[in-house]
Nanobody, 121 residues
Framework: QVQLVESGGGWVQAGGSLRLSCAAS????????MGWFRQAPGKAREFVAT????????YYADSVKGRFTISRDNARNTVYLEMNSLKPQDTAVYYC??????????????WGQGTQVTVSS
């Protein structure tokens, strides 16, 4: 089992940047595929990005491709989401998630509590 704690959310003007972090407990972090999801008010939760266990493979939602970068540091048990050129439509609660399955489309088993990102126009 793994516990996830997100940080780094906040308020930013459109065009600005934020970096989210997700710290994981446990000694087997490198055995988990990690992902970031988000949920805007009144909308369903949506996929943002995912990264493989080694960090060698990443995949993004079309809405964030070219603006967001997911990365991980297995030595620090942490996954990051660098967000640039932020838009008001990026406003949401951002969640970190983990799965012990390798496939990109796997269902995620563990979730953090979320961190709020607000982008003003």
């Amino acid at each position: 089992q793994v516990q996830l704690v997100e940080s780094g959310g906040g308020w930013v003007q459109a065009g600005g940047s934020l970096r989210l972090s997700c710290a994981a407990s446990g000694r087997t972090f490198s055995s988990y595929r990690m992902g970031w999801f988000r949920q805007a008010p009144g909308k369903a939760r949506e996929f943002v990005a995912t990264i493989s266990r080694s960090g060698g493979s990443t995949y993004y939602a079309d809405s964030v491709k070219g603006r967001f970068t997911i990365s991980r540091d297995n030595a620090r048990n942490t996954v990051y989401l660098e967000m640039n050129s932020l838009k008001p439509q990026d406003t949401a609660v951002y969640y970190c998630a983990a799965t012990n399955k390798a496939t990109m489309t796997a269902v995620y088993d563990y979730w953090g509590q979320g961190t709020q990102v607000t982008v003003s126009s």
